[in-house]
Structures are given as C-alpha cells and as structure tokens.
C-alpha cells in the first residue's frame, strides 16, 4: 500500500512530530510505501492565486475551479501542485496529520487541499462521494488537541469531535470519493505526563496496525438522489417485488 501523509505542524519537536514519526516507523514496518509532505518544513504556500496557472481560459476573470481543470489538462499548473497531485493520485491511503486549530486544521493545511484536490481531477460536475475522483482510496485524520476527551463527548462542552470536523470528513474527504475512516485524536497532549504520551503513541501503532477492520464513515450514495440532487423518492415494496 502506498501511503501519502500531509503533515502540518509549525515545531518538528512536537507531540503530533511524534505521531508522525510513529505513522512512519509503524508503516514502513508493515511492508507500506510512505510518502510524507511536511508542509511547513516544504514551505508550502497555502495561498490559492492565479500565480497558480500557466494558461489562461480566462484573463479577464478568475474562476479557479475553472483554471485548474484547464491546467491539470494542459500540464501548465504550477509545479508545486503538480508534485503534490502527483503524490495524492498515487496514494492508497491518505493521512492527514495535524494539531487542532480553531476546531480546523491549521491555515497551512487548508491550503494544501485547496490547491492540490484540484476540479476535474479530484472532483467536477457529478464526480464527487461515492462517484468522486478518490474513489477506491482511503484517507483519515490523525491529530493532537489540549481539550480531554469527556469535552467532546455527545453531551461534552464542545460537543461531538465528529461533527465539529464534518466540512473535513465529509465535506472533504468524502466528497473527494475517499472511504474515510474513523478519526485518531491524541486529547490533552500538552498537559499529561511522558508516560501518557507514551501510551498515546502506542495506541496510535496499534490503530494503524488495524486499519482494516476499521469500519468506514457513512458517505452519501448518489444513487440515492436524482439528477438535481434531490432525494430520490423511496422504491415501494410492490413496485421492488414487480
């Protein structure tokens, strides 16, 4: 399996720097191809611009949707982008490794998906859940938090971790066609003791270890919706059974 880990941490010597470090050493020992792109260390810009495009379908108005299909078509994007496509269509498997920001992922990160998932290519017109241009890959999150655990909990101050990063389970990497798998969250990291670190690591060896039987994210089916994506109406029982 090849793996693609975007890792977006500004201090190498932290937690989730060991976390990474951890994906890779647990990986590599399961016989995985491992890819990383550590965008703070790459420099990465995250500033989507119409720097971004060799070509032009339109000088005179930016729609970057638009320019990055004709880019991608015309090998005219930038070379940042392209090497970073390169690396995502390559992937079986998808990590995304990063501290909470602001219930998100750091600026640095949403400006890698904002370049890299590029229309025509990740998705476009009708091509996005079960239809999306990730089809048949898998992806998850991987991150580190100050909160505790209970803070997220369905009745939990900050309610449900799940629901607060939606726009990236679903919004993102389901709508890019990935099987999205459970979340790993290393909670409290910069409060608890090495020991606890420790276990937190030892944890995340085991995750990995069993990915496959962790079972996916419910993602929308379009086959459930019709051609102006409403709901489709329910098939009857007499109209099933001819």
């Given amino acids: 399996m090849k793996v693609l880990i975007v890792h977006a941490h500004p201090e190498p010597q932290s937690f989730t720097g060991a976390m990474l470090g951890q994906a890779v050493a647990t990986l590599t020992a399961e016989r995985h191809e491992v890819m990383v792109s550590d965008l703070y260390a790459m420099g990465w810009n995250p ?20 320019e990055q299909r004709e880019n991608v078509a015309a090998g005219a994007i930038a070379p940042d982008i392209a090497g970073e496509l390169e690396k995502l269509l390559a992937c079986d498997l998808l990590i995304f490794s990063f501290p909470l920001f602001w219930c998100s992922v750091p600026a640095i990160l949403k400006g890698w998906i904002d370049r890299v998932f590029v229309s025509g290519k990740i998705y476009g017109g009708q091509r996005f859940y079960d239809r999306g241009g990730m089809r048949g890959r898998r992806a998850l999150l991987a991150y580190s938090c100050g909160g505790r655990d209970y803070m997220f909990a369905p009745h939990g101050v900050h309610g449900e971790m799940d629901l607060m990063l939606r726009h990236m389970l679903r919004g993102t990497l389901g709508y890019a066609g990935f099987e999205v798998l459970p979340s790993f969250v290393a909670y409290h990291v910069p409060y608890i003791t090495p020991e606890a670190r420790r276990a937190i690591l030892e944890s995340y060896d085991a995750y990995l270890k069993n990915l ?5 994210l419910p993602v929308p089916r379009l086959a459930d919706y ?4 409403h709901p489709a109406p329910p098939v009857s029982r007499q109209a099933s059974q001819g």
């Fill in 226 to 229: 019709g051609a102006d994506m």
């Fill in 212 to 216: 496959n039987q962790l079972p996916p």
């Fill in 47 to 66: 500033v989507a611009s119409a720097a971004d495009f060799g070509v032009r379908k339109n000088q005179e108005y930016l729609v970057y949707a638009l």
